[in-house]
């Protein structure tokens, strides 16, 4: 069992920054690949970016891309997510999910939202014009 929290979010200038994080309860935070997504007000839930458990594959929605950076710490239990650059079009809810990748190779991704098995509540992000 994985609980997550996510934090960081908050109300920004377009061209801004924000970083939210994700702390991960559970001693087997390695055994999971972590991503973010977010949904927008009448819109779906949509992937944003993955990396996998060992870090060292990442993987970034076209729309985020050179904009937001993923990162983890193993050690910390925590996954961030760095976005620049901001656009009114990144406001959304921002979701935190983990994905048992125990299974699969260190460096397996997912990016489809039903492949993950926990998720967060989710912090607001509102990127104003």
């Known amino acids: 069992q994985v609980q997550l929290v996510e934090s960081g979010g908050g109300l920004v200038q377009a061209g801004g920054s924000l970083r939210l994080s994700c702390a991960a309860s559970?001693?087997?935070?390695?055994?999971?690949?972590m991503g973010w997504f977010r949904q927008a007000p009448g819109k779906e839930r949509e992937f944003v970016v993955v990396v996998s458990r060992n870090g060292g594959t990442t993987e970034y929605a076209d729309p985020v891309k050179g904009r937001f950076t993923i990162d983890r710490d193993n050690a910390k239990n925590t996954v961030n997510l760095e976005m620049n650059s901001l656009k009114p079009e990144d406001t959304a809810v921002y979701y935190c999910?983990?994905?048992?990748?125990?299974?699969?190779?260190?460096?397996?991704?997912?990016?489809?939202?039903?492949?993950?098995?926990?998720w967060g509540q989710g912090t607001q992000v509102t990127v104003s014009s």
């Open positions: 999910a983990a994905k048992d990748a125990s299974d699969y190779t260190g460096s397996s991704v997912w990016t489809r939202e039903r492949r993950y098995d926990y």
């Open positions: 559970g001693r087997t935070f390695s055994s999971y690949a």
